[in-house]
């Protein structure tokens, strides 16, 4: 049995990238295309590693945020 973790570059943030004006915050969804992936993101544009914050559901995004993703399996 290896233990060994498949990158998978299938992460995906809904809504997409770009200039999103609101009054408001916006919900921003991470998904992978297989449900077996383990996502991880980080908040600040930084590249994210299985060491960084474990995504659990839809992130509230009240400023200016760069969001990456990085899904394992």
Known sequence: MSTERIYRKDACI????GAHFSALSQLVEIKASHDDAEIF???D???PTDA???YAGPIQISETTTIKAIAYR
């Open 41 to 43: 993101y980080t908040l």
């Open 52 to 54: 960084s914050m474990r």
């Open 14 to 17: 809904v809504p997409e990238g």
């Open 45 to 47: 544009g930084s590249v």
